[in-house]
């Protein structure tokens, strides 16, 4: 108990901890509300870009890098202005996703010993990092090969035939690398979750190992759903969640190991008492 925070001086009501949750919720809020609108303003003037100009560029900068395309359009007047709004929003909600696990972690610290707030460090560190990893293998990895599928049902006219052309609307093109790079990043949280529930004792490395074909068919099975109906991006996300599965594996082992390891020595500490 000299490692836990003191029972006695530092408990809380169940109001004093509604309270420091809603202080910790309005945190992300402004944070939050202060992003989404800076990323309308235009520091140096009416024509200089924006953030969500400047990240509009980088998600569009692949397919404007293929030839088969050379602009993009949108038909509703208002679909200009709300393609911004989405912009700014996915702005917004990785910059604060930081903000969101630290909140929490100053949250739910407290009331944590010192051995399991070490404990939990490496995952709050991995978090936010597997999640930009799933991002940039989209942009980086899924999205060119992807572009090049989807291009290729392009056809050129001819006598008789109308020419088949791609000219994509900005809404759903950027609806779509929004929604890939969420579901490859939230995918590739996938250690962070099952090592903390082995090391919660929820899970074991023997079961995780037995229940690996469950795994690879639900991880096939969560890619057709979250991408594209194309198989290039299906496998892209359904082959990295099943070696995160097996690096899960491993790092329960070690955990367990560890413990194993802890508990023995904690056995004969009490043998060479008595």
Not at 257 to 271: G, L
Request: charged share 15%; with cysteine.
């Amino acid at each position: 108990m000299a490692d836990a925070v003191d029972q006695s001086e530092g408990s809380m009501s169940l109001l004093d901890h509604l309270t420091e949750l809603r202080n910790r919720i309005g945190i992300v809020f402004i944070a939050f509300v202060v992003i989404f609108l800076g990323c309308f303003i235009r520091p140096f003037g009416s024509g200089s870009a924006n953030l969500a100009d400047l990240t509009y560029h980088w998600l569009q900068a692949p397919l404007a890098a293929r030839e088969e395309v050379s602009r993009m359009i949108f038909t509703g007047l208002h679909e200009g202005f709300f393609t911004q709004v989405k912009v700014a929003f996915f702005v917004s909600i990785c910059i604060t996703f930081p903000v969101i696990l630290l909140q929490i972690w100053r949250f739910v610290a407290p009331g944590l010993y010192k051995n399991e707030r070490r404990a939990i460090y490496p995952f709050l560190l991995a978090t936010p990092v597997l999640f930009a990893m799933g991002a940039l293998m989209v942009y980086y990895l899924v999205i060119p090969l992807a572009w090049g599928f989807f291009l290729s049902f392009e056809m050129q006219g001819a006598e008789g035939a109308l020419a088949i052309e791609v000219e994509p609307r900005i809404s759903e093109y950027l609806s779509l690398v929004m929604r890939l790079m969420f579901a490859f990043g939230v995918s590739f949280e996938l250690p962070v979750l099952l090592l903390l529930m082995v090391k919660a004792g929820l899970m074991t490395a023997e079961g995780l190992a037995e229940k690996r074909k469950y795994a690879i068919l639900l991880a096939f099975i969560a890619a057709a759903i979250l991408t594209p109906p194309d198989v290039i991006s299906q496998v892209l996300l359904a082959v990295p969640v099943i070696l995160l599965y097996e690096i899960s594996i491993i790092g329960a082992r070690m955990i367990q190991k560890k413990r194993e390891t802890a508990d023995d020595t904690a056995d004969d500490d009490k043998s060479n008492l008595t």
